[in-house]
């Protein structure tokens, strides 16, 4: 009985650990021709922008460099760019369990401890800003910390994987 009830928690914990791991995906209209795209700006009304001041910097100035790397530049959004962006986030309290036992001599012993975590989500779309159509939508999902250095490597692994999908 005792050693069901242990594989039972196995399993369970076997199954959430892929929801800790940070999930990234990308979509984006194929039909787009993504060259002719030269200039982008930020939406200066976002009322969906990510709350934390610092990992909004991190994202931006992450997000930035990303789409300098693709070869656009920043302007002002009263200069009529190519492509308009905008960066929103969310934080979500989750509760996990870790289960934990060990056999012994007569049985054992075993238990389950709840945990809660902070699942931070972070979508950036691009806008083409002459349509006004959506033309492309990063998003990206991880548990935060309580370590303020480690949440911002999360933020600039995110951007990474969105952009390696940029076309």
């Known amino acids: ?3 069901r009830l242990f594989s039972a928690f196995a ?11 940070q999930q990234v995906s990308v979509n984006y209209n194929h039909s787009q021709d993504f060259t002719q ?3 982008y700006a930020w939406e200066t009304k976002n009322p969906n922008q990510i709350s934390n001041s610092i990992l909004a910097q991190v994202a931006k100035s992450d997000i930035e460099a990303a789409m300098q790397a693709k070869g656009l ?10 492509v308009i962006l905008m960066a929103n986030g969310g934080l979500q309290q989750q509760t996990s369990y870790q289960a934990w036992g060990m ?7 075993g238990g ?12 950036v779309d691009i806008y ?10 990063g998003m990206a999902q991880d548990t935060l910390s309580n370590n303020g250095n480690k949440n911002q490597t999360i933020v600039g692994k995110a951007v990474q994987k969105m952009f390696k999908q940029y076309p």
């Open 1 to 3: 009985m005792k050693s």
């Open 11 to 21: 399993v369970m914990l076997a199954l959430s650990a892929p929801v800790l791991a």
């Open 37 to 39: 795209y030269k200039t």
């Open 73 to 82: 530049t920043k302007v002002e959004l009263t200069a009529n760019p190519d």
């Open 103 to 109: 056999r012994g001599i007569g049985g054992g012993m």
């Open 112 to 123: 389950i401890s709840p945990e809660q975590n902070v699942i931070g989500t972070m979508i």
């Open 128 to 137: 083409d800003a002459k349509q006004k159509t959506l033309v492309w939508r």
